[in-house]
């Protein structure tokens, strides 16, 4: 397969500008898609940004930035009609976007529930619904949304809440977007890169997921990234309404 499978393809990713979605942008340009960076204004500094969108413009793809909150209809509609001047019609939306929050019910402040379910699941809903009838009109397009390890349990609150309702929407939107558009979810496990913040609340966490999973480590960013790039490829023309969980087999069922 051509190593470079997305040429002409316009990929919109929101949470674009750290972490796992710094790391997804990289992979896809290096893919050859032109990348639309998405994230809250004053998420990163001026500089950084500019030093994120010049890494990606040395794979030999363009490369902007659109802030933006994309769970808000008016935003998104407003982020698109940006793109589409400065570039052209997205073809593929990775919904990076995701805090976390592990309040007890109980304890949850209203306020932080509605920033996890609008940026997690509402902001789902709303990019799709402004992106897919362009994606229709040209015959092709991807969305892959990121659920989450959290979504198969029943201890991780209001952002296991979110995550398995993103897997719902995902198996959703499948149906009412094919056949042009296949819509899959990746639920990474816990990220080795992330563990620091996780210690903090639990400092043995790690060592204990590791011991669960058959391969014996734990999910890098990286390999999320490919797996998002693998969804986008050929090779994932007939698959769609997935949710691909992807952990090491940490969270196989058991006795």
Known sequence: MNTRFLE??????????????????????????????????????????????????KKNVRAVAVDGD???????RQIRRKIVEELGQVSIIINCAGPFNLSPFLKLKEKDWNTVMDVNVKAVYVTAGVFAPDM???????????????????????FGLAKAAVSFLTEELSLELGPEI??????????????????????SFGERYTERAPLKRLVRRRDVARLIAMLCSPVSDMITGETIRIDGGAELPRF
């Open 8 to 57: 002409g393809k316009i990929t919109l990713l929101s949470g674009a500008y750290r972490n796992l979605g710094e790391v997804t942008a990289m992979e896809l340009a290096g893919k050859g898609s032109d990348i639309v960076l998405n994230d809250l204004p004053g998420a990163v500094t001026p500089g950084e940004k500019d030093t994120l969108l010049e890494r990606i413009r």
């Open 70 to 76: 994309i769970s808000s209809l008016k935003a998104v």
């Open 136 to 158: 229709k009109s040209a015959g092709w397009g991807r969305i892959v949304n990121l659920s989450a390890g959290s979504s198969f349990v029943r201890n991780h609150g209001v």
């Open 182 to 203: 296949t819509v899959n979810a990746v639920a990474p496990g816990q990220i080795e890169e992330s563990l620091p913040l996780v210690h903090k609340i639990d400092p």
